[in-house]
């Protein structure tokens, strides 16, 4: 579980990073990102029921999400919103996980 500190909460975090966070998009998400004026890394991440109808899948998805961005934790001062889209609904752990890490270390090959 990431802290409460290095996640968005507020309705205005997710709208900031929305509005002047830079998109990179891959096969199973797409991020957002922007700079941070904290020291450290936040993540935010949406689900929604366009990817799956059920709530346990979009809450396996949220979870699998996560635990990849706790293990990845970039060191820029970031903070990052992460979409899913509808190929994550059927996406293995490892696909979530090579494609978020992919636009997480290298955001400058990720399309945008």
């Given at each position: 579980?990431?802290r409460?500190?290095?996640?968005?909460?507020?309705?205005?975090?997710?709208?900031?990073?929305?509005?002047?966070?830079?998109?990179?998009?891959?096969?199973?998400?797409?991020?957002?990102?922007?700079?941070?004026?904290?020291?450290?890394?936040?993540?935010?991440?949406?689900?929604?029921?366009?990817?799956?109808?059920?709530?346990?899948?979009?809450n396996?998805?949220?979870?699998?999400?996560?635990?990849?961005?706790?293990?990845?934790?970039?060191?820029?001062?970031?903070?990052?919103?992460?979409?899913?889209?509808?190929?994550?609904a059927?996406?293995?752990?490892?696909?979530?996980?090579?494609?978020?890490?992919?636009?997480?270390?290298?955001?400058t090959?990720?399309s945008?």
């Amino acid at each position: 579980m990431l802290r409460r500190s290095r996640r968005l909460h507020t309705r205005r975090d997710f709208q900031d990073v929305w509005r002047t966070g830079r998109v990179f998009r891959g096969r199973t998400v797409i991020v957002r990102q922007r700079q941070s004026k904290l020291p450290y890394p936040r993540f935010g991440f949406v689900v929604s029921s366009v990817v799956a109808k059920k709530a346990t899948t979009r809450n396996l998805i949220k979870r699998r999400l996560r635990a990849i961005a706790r293990a990845i934790q970039p060191a820029a001062p970031v903070d990052v919103v992460v979409y899913a889209t509808k190929p994550a609904a059927i996406a293995t752990y490892a696909e979530l996980e090579r494609d978020l890490r992919h636009i997480l270390t290298h955001p400058t090959h990720a399309s945008r």
